[in-house]
């Protein structure tokens, strides 16, 4: 047996489990468990991905220069303050191991993302959930919880799973609310998703402070799980911290190459959205009219709460769902044990789950 240990708080971390993927004896199944792009990548990113196979032998750029600056167009952003990483997972352990450590406190809303608590204590500091007041961040009792070892307050914009949000209004009022030395990390993975007027991502939070980042990813919208690609827009004061601790070379030169092709792709993206407009409201009034409640409002998912009576269960669903050869996400995990999350897919996918859960239902 080692001698070894590892540091204070690495092994009360619970590692991070994916959605399914597979089911056994099944060749094809219909995966929802993962709010992956339901039309996958744009064309002209997978074929400036396959273009990059064969320069595999050199390494990336690792400034990300040329991709920093079409997010910067896209977005209207400064480009220099803009960080990219191995998926915007990265960037949020990143800021962790960055401005948190021993004795410090990591603050995130009740539901939000599994990274945040993870990230916390990889860097050794300590996880604290806010109560969420009807499945939305409750601003009072975030400012509530900062106490002075606070060092980052951690809020997904629209939030994964519960597909609620905070305003722009909002944002600001908690911006304001949070003293300087706590830095605000606004996660807008799903932010292309939002049609909403009062919604704002972040950027101009960022632009008007120094303690406020917004991360955004390619895995959503843009469909490049895969690839492991995500950007953060930063003060000019936090991009310098992270580019002295991230690694030299952390984004692959394919998934540059393909970032920039989908970030340009403009046509195709407003087709995703396009898509998931139509599909998204059909899924949650099907879902609805089954008898379910859906709770959430935005993102490319549904959040259905399914009753807590023996053999209509959320866990008994689950179960009756994969014996159709249909995956979607348990979120126990999240505190959600009566609730499963269910990707936005295509339109054969959306009217086979319903099915199933009519069936299941009836």
């Not at 809020?155 to 905070?166: E, I, K």
């Not at 490049?224 to 310098?240: F, Q, S, V």
């Not at 970030?263 to 609805?288: K, M, S, V």
């Not at 409640?293 to 269960?313: H, K, W, Y």
Request: overall charge negative; some cysteine.
């Amino acid at each position: 047996m080692s001698a070894l240990n590892a540091r204070p708080g690495i092994m009360d971390i619970t590692p991070y489990v994916g959605g399914e993927s597979t089911l056994p004896g099944r060749e094809r199944v219909i995966k929802l468990a993962s709010n992956e792009g339901a039309l996958g990548p744009s064309p002209k990113a997978t074929a400036a991905y396959e273009a990059a196979a064969g320069e595999l032998h050199r390494y990336p750029d690792g400034e990300c220069l040329d991709l920093r600056r079409a997010i910067g167009r896209r977005h209207g952003l400064d480009w220099t303050r803009i960080v990219c990483g191995a998926g915007s997972d990265e960037l949020i352990a990143l800021l962790c191991r960055a401005y948190a450590g021993p004795g410090d406190e990591v603050l995130h809303a009740e539901h939000g993302f599994l990274m945040y608590p993870i990230a916390a204590k990889a860097a050794g500091a300590k996880p604290v959930a806010a109560p969420e007041t009807g499945l939305k961040a409750d601003i009072d009792a975030l400012i509530q919880r900062v106490t002075g070892r606070t060092r980052l307050l951690f809020l997904a914009n629209p939030n994964n799973p519960t597909g609620t949000y905070l305003s722009g209004a909002e944002l600001r009022r908690l911006r304001d609310e949070l003293p300087d030395d706590v830095l605000l990390v606004i996660d807008a993975a799903y932010a292309e998703y939002v049609t909403l007027e009062d919604y704002s991502p972040g950027a101009d939070l960022v632009s008007k402070g120094g303690n406020v980042v917004m991360t955004r990813t390619f895995s959503k919208i843009h469909a490049l799980g895969g690839a492991r690609l995500g950007w953060a827009y930063c003060p000019p004061a936090i991009a310098d911290v992270l580019n002295r601790v991230r690694n030299p070379f952390n984004v692959s030169s394919p998934a540059q190459a393909a970032g920039l092709a989908a970030i340009d792709d403009t046509e195709f993206t407003n087709r995703a959205l396009d898509h998931n407009e139509t599909w998204r409201p059909w899924l949650a009034g099907r879902l609805e009219e089954l008898g379910l409640e859906v709770p959430s409002i935005t993102g490319n998912f549904v959040l259905a709460r399914f009753p807590l009576n023996s053999g209509r269960t959320a866990d008994d669903a689950d179960r009756h769902l994969k014996d159709h050869g249909i995956i979607v996400r348990r979120m126990a995990a999240y505190g959600l044990p009566d609730c499963l999350r269910i990707t936005v897919g295509l339109e054969d996918e959306m009217r086979a789950v319903t099915d199933a859960l009519a069936e299941f239902l009836k």
